[in-house]
């Protein structure tokens, strides 16, 4: 393929598709539904359609790392999600945090997380301790 011809295919396709900047969430949706379309058609994509999924990929990556911004969780989240991920209740804590009350405390937010007890919270889950350290 030339480069005369790939630019004039490249050409086609930005009339049909017509790629901006996104500023509204409808505008994404349809940016990832040609994306969607584009992902389909595998190793038969043509170098011009090629161009615009990483043209409209940027794009949507641009919009969403604005609008999508997630905010770190806290250890507390952290504990909170892995003790309901993995069925667990309260009283299975008890030897990481040595009673009732503590683990009680902890988990209703009352009182944070030593790092004797991250450490020990990491040993128990086998995750990094460092998560259960707020920043």
Known sequence: ????T???????????????VIETEAEN???LSEVTKLMRLGDAIS???????????????SFESQ??????????????ELVRDRGLKQKDLLLVFGSQGVASEVLNGKR?????????????FKVSPSLFFDN
């Open 112 to 124: 944070g997380i030593s790092k004797s007890q991250a450490k020990a919270l990491g040993e128990f």
């Open 29 to 31: 949706e349809f940016y």
């Open 67 to 80: 609008h999508y911004q997630l905010k770190p969780a806290t250890s507390l989240e952290i504990l909170t």
């Open 47 to 61: 170098p011009a359609q090629e161009r615009l999924l990483k043209l409209l990929v940027n794009l949507i990556e």
């Open 1 to 4: 393929m030339t480069i005369a």
């Open 6 to 20: 790939l630019d004039k295919e490249y050409a086609q396709l930005l009339a049909v598709v017509q790629p901006k």
